[in-house]
């Protein structure tokens, strides 16, 4: 203890040197530590993107583009589901529930979901949790709208609000659909899911607006009334893909089978937990090559440290001579150095977490906002706690060198005048 004491006030009596030497040590520790946190909220942000679900259909492609564009909204389709086959596959006796997607269009950067009241039923998050309404209704009119969470603030949209979609999904549009507004009915809680980015429309809202329309383009000279609109058969023609929930799980392959050896079109049936576990695969590369770099920055922290120890080494020969001379034998001396590298690891590991810490709070509304990811601000996890632990033990060892270092010195090389 006697020992750690004087390692202490060692420290001190060299504070500014131990302060950037500590905040060198911080900066990569928050940044180790902050990877690793978002890499996990990111993880559990996509798994708890969709639960309930059994099978996501839609047109042959692969697993993880399917599961993209359907349930996280990125990228598009290939091709589309006809309506005769979604309602061939709702129609299966094995089937409890079926809810049709149709994306495409979208308004002011966000993406607009074509569905039926079946989504705010049926869709799940999270741990089984169901969509709740914050204000309003779900939509009963052709033209009536709900608007995710992020919507609503992002844009400042409040119910009775009219919107006009645009066509096609990016995030400066063009050709505007604005001779057929949306009246905005409702808004969703936040999820914390693609829920939240999302502009929700019925099906024959999206049919609507496109009565007029062809190849993506208005048809010159044709410009059909919503009132017009109305009475016409608004059906779609096709959705981009459907979720599907079954009677029982044990059937799930056969209908998947099913919907994979469909004779009129080629199909897809995706397991969700499945597909996830691919695209952790394919971007898992992405996750070690940024842990890599993070571990590389702790490196070059402790180096640091390793070489202001060393660096002080030659100021401080008379401070460790009168040290040995007061009776302190090799092996205090060498504790001594080592106490000050375990100081300021710990010092270090502190004040990243502080800082680690203080940058979530500050940046959880934007992260929450801008990326839908939701920063839990708790106790380090063990992964976490074992990062640290590596850390203050590299810290430590980096320390030995310095240590060793001032213990060969001899008590007359601490009295030598060097000119």
């Not at 604005?178 to 809202?205: C, N, Y």
């Amino acid at each position: 203890m006697a020992i750690l004491r004087l390692a202490w006030r060692s420290l001190l009596n060299r504070r500014f040197t131990a302060l950037l030497t500590a905040t060198s040590i911080a900066l990569s520790v928050a940044l180790l530590v902050g990877v690793e946190r978002l890499r996990v909220e990111a993880r559990q942000s996509f798994a708890s993107t969709i639960s309930g679900t059994d099978l996501i259909v839609g047109a042959r492609s692969g697993q993880v583009q399917l599961l993209l564009y359907s349930v996280f909204h990125i990228g598009n389709a290939t091709s589309n589901l006809s309506w005769q086959s979604y309602q061939a596959v709702a129609g299966h006796p094995r089937v409890a529930w079926s809810i049709p997607l149709s994306l495409g269009d979208s308004h002011r950067g966000f993406r607009v979901l074509g569905t039926t009241p079946a989504f705010f039923e049926h869709y799940r998050y999270g741990r089984g949790r169901t969509l709740a309404l914050d204000t309003g209704a779900v939509f009963e009119d052709v033209f009536d709208a709900v608007l995710g969470a992020e919507v609503a603030a992002a844009l400042g949209y409040s119910l009775g609000e009219r919107i006009v979609i645009a066509h096609g999904g990016a995030d400066v549009a063009f050709a505007l659909h604005d001779d057929k507004p949306f009246t905005v009915v409702g808004i969703l809680e936040r999820t914390g899911t693609p829920v939240d980015r999302t502009v929700h429309v019925s099906l024959e809202g999206l049919e609507a607006i496109h009565v007029d329309w062809q190849g993506g383009v208005r048809l010159p000279g044709l410009s059909i009334p919503a009132e017009r609109v109305r009475q016409m058969d608004l059906t779609p023609k096709s959705v981009t893909a459907a979720l599907v929930g079954l009677h029982s799980k044990v059937s799930t392959f056969q209908v998947q089978r099913f919907v994979n050896e469909y004779p009129r079109e080629p199909l897809l049936a995706i397991l969700p937990g499945v597909a996830l576990q691919e695209l952790w695969q394919l971007v898992g590369a992405a996750e070690n090559a940024l842990l890599a770099v993070s571990a590389c920055v702790v490196v070059v922290g402790l180096l640091g440290m390793l070489t202001a120890l060393l660096t002080s080494l030659d100021e401080r020969r008379r401070e460790m001579a009168i040290l040995r001379a007061t009776g302190a034998r090799p092996g205090h001396v060498f504790g001594l150095v080592m106490g000050e590298a375990a100081f300021l690891t710990v010092l270090g590991i502190l004040a990243g977490l502080a800082l680690l810490y203080g940058a979530m709070f500050g940046l959880q509304p934007l992260v929450e906002a801008r990326l839908g990811l939701h920063l839990a601000i708790g106790l380090p996890s063990r992964h976490e706690f074992v990062l640290l632990g590596a850390v203050l033990l590299a810290g430590i060892l980096a320390g030995t060198l310095p240590a060793y270092r001032a213990y060969r010195h001899s008590l007359a090389d601490g009295m030598t005048i060097r000119v």
